[in-house]
């Protein structure tokens, strides 16, 4: 075997071997963050997502996404909306760039940010499905834009919804019985969303 082949093996082996170290590593700092995560240690979580083996073994953008969650897990708002703000700035795979928006877009309709998730709604139709179109828009005119007319479509697509989605669904109509002024049934409905939120 010449010099060159001998070479090829051994970068092919180091590139395996590399690859491997490199997937442990992030198993147990993914275990590690978890029992942190879950003990309340987020000062610890967030020094080691900020160390050299922290960004060695995350992209930034799961590094961020993990900060903001801990951001918003500490009710540190205006955190979570810059590094929120930080991440879309960030170039992206599709569907990290669909996640990031839709996160960003849910977050300026509660916080009543009309102009930032007017932008987002722009994006969202030109890049999304049907159905997500057809929910951000309904968002907007709830939240926003305090509109009632959605009331009717929302309850009969209710039964249909995975449970996961019904939570954000009754909250909707409670919302729209609210922009209506008839408090007992927007009392009703988000009494019904809290079992799934």
Request: aromatic share 10%; charged share 25%; with cysteine.
């Given at each position: 075997?010449?010099?060159?082949?001998?070479?090829?093996?051994?970068?092919?082996?180091?590139?395996?071997?590399?690859?491997?170290?490199?997937?442990?590593?992030?198993?147990?700092?993914?275990?590690?963050?978890?029992?942190?995560?879950?003990?309340?240690?987020?000062?610890?979580?967030?020094?080691?997502?900020?160390?050299?083996?922290?960004?060695?073994?995350?992209?930034?953008?799961?590094?961020?996404?993990?900060?903001?969650?801990?951001?918003?897990?500490?009710?540190?708002?205006?955190?979570a909306?810059?590094i929120l703000?930080?991440?879309?700035?960030?170039?992206?795979?599709?569907m990290?760039?669909?996640?990031?928006?839709?996160r960003?877009?849910?977050?300026?309709?509660?916080?009543?940010?009309?102009?930032?998730?007017k932008?987002?709604?722009?994006?969202?139709?030109?890049?999304?499905?049907?159905?997500?179109?057809?929910?951000?828009?309904w968002?907007?005119?709830?939240?926003?834009?305090?509109?009632?007319?959605?009331?009717?479509?929302?309850?009969?697509?209710?039964?249909?919804?995975?449970?996961?989605q019904?939570?954000?669904?009754?909250?909707?109509?409670?919302?729209?019985?609210?922009?209506k002024?008839?408090?007992?049934?927007?009392?009703?409905?988000?009494?019904?969303a809290?079992?799934?939120?």
């Amino acid at each position: 075997m010449n010099w060159i082949s001998q070479l090829g093996v051994v970068l092919v082996v180091g590139v395996v071997l590399y690859s491997a170290i490199k997937k442990g590593v992030q198993k147990s700092l993914e275990r590690q963050y978890m029992i942190w995560m879950q003990s309340g240690a987020y000062d610890r979580l967030l020094d080691s997502l900020r160390s050299w083996k922290g960004k060695w073994a995350f992209p930034k953008y799961n590094r961020l996404l993990m900060e903001m969650q801990i951001a918003q897990l500490q009710n540190e708002d205006e955190k979570a909306n810059k590094i929120l703000e930080e991440l879309l700035s960030i170039k992206t795979n599709p569907m990290q760039r669909q996640d990031l928006v839709l996160r960003a877009y849910e977050s300026y309709i509660y916080e009543g940010n009309r102009k930032q998730a007017k932008a987002l709604l722009q994006e969202i139709k030109k890049t999304m499905d049907q159905n997500t179109i057809q929910r951000a828009e309904w968002m907007y005119d709830i939240y926003l834009s305090h509109k009632a007319n959605h009331i009717d479509a929302l309850v009969q697509m209710l039964p249909e919804l995975p449970e996961h989605q019904k939570g954000a669904c009754l909250m909707m109509i409670a919302k729209s019985y609210a922009n209506k002024h008839d408090d007992q049934k927007a009392k009703e409905y988000e009494e019904q969303a809290k079992q799934y939120l």
